[in-house]
């Protein structure tokens, strides 16, 4: 028994030296050794409420997507293209009907690159009808889409933090966004038979947007707290799921408003591979 014992301790310590050991983790990065396409059911559901001179007014967008995606190498990280390939949503106010809206609100592809963090390069931008904008943003999905990923291999406990800044012209104004998340690698799960690593998220956001409606220069700002996981499947290399909840306040302002009018803000967005 010693002798065996002590011939195993002489193999593990050859194996060692010689590379022969376990092999590492796989970096939580963003990179692919070949094409590979999926598609991703999109879900995202919000609710404003208004408050104007002592009452309050509910608006909402609620709506559902297949997001058809492939993701190419490139010298770091992933060139990600995304299609709508079907699209079924409404914008719900109270002063008109419901605003409808599906695929055929959305003509070409929206083309990024995701850098080994998921730090976005916008290149392509689809044609995006105004009444759909808010559920399809080009600057939104490029940039929120996909968690932000540390990079390197990680342990169970293993923390770190990604800020998301992005501005430009959407629809019919401009908005920009500023967000700062904390994640941490919670351990293994296992999902319809796959090995995934559950990250959770949490943080803030603070959004502008500026645009015009019935001749009117509008102006919303607003900050909410955000808070979900990622599910993310290690093997593949591949983001599983994403889901976040946001909760937070803000407030408009119109010209015909003598004072801004506070909103309240609630929404949650759900990003999961299509099929599981």
């Known amino acids: 028994m010693i002798h065996r014992l002590a011939s195993s301790l002489v193999l593990a310590a050859w194996l060692s030296a010689c590379g022969g050991g376990p092999p590492s983790p796989p970096a939580l990065a963003y990179e692919a050794e070949s094409t590979s396409s999926v598609v991703y059911d999109y879900e995202d559901h919000t609710v404003v409420s208004v408050s104007f001179m002592g009452q309050s007014m509910e608006m909402s967008q609620e709506g559902v997507a297949d997001y058809a995606m492939t993701f190419e190498p490139v010298a770091e990280g992933v060139l990600v293209t995304l299609t709508v390939e079907d699209m079924d949503a409404s914008i719900n106010q109270p002063m008109g009907a419901p605003i409808r809206i599906d695929e055929s609100d959305v003509e070409g592809a929206l083309v990024f690159a995701l850098d ?93 947007a500026d645009f015009e409606a019935a001749g009117m220069v509008i102006s919303q700002a607003s900050e909410v707290d955000i808070e979900g996981h990622v599910l993310w499947d290690a093997q593949a290399g591949l983001m599983f799921e994403h889901v976040t909840r946001a909760k937070g306040r803000g407030n408009v302002e119109v010209p015909v408003a003598p004072a801004p009018m506070p909103i309240d803000i609630e929404s949650v967005r759900a990003v999961r591979l299509q099929g599981s």
């Not at 933090?161 to 908005?175: A, F, S, W």
Request: charged content about 20%; glycine content about 12%.
């Open 116 to 208: 080994r963090r998921g730090n976005p390069s916008l290149m392509e931008r689809p044609v995006v009808a105004d009444g759909a904008s808010q559920m399809v943003s080009a600057l939104d999905l490029a940039h929120t889409l996909f968690p932000g990923l540390p990079g390197r291999a990680v342990a169970v406990g293993d923390s770190w933090v990604d800020t998301v800044t992005y501005e430009g012209e959407e629809g019919p104004g401009r908005r920009s966004a500023n967000a700062v998340l904390h994640y941490s690698a919670l351990g293994d799960t296992v999902v319809s038979g796959r090995s995934l690593l559950m990250i959770s998220v949490e943080g803030t956001s603070a959004t502008t």
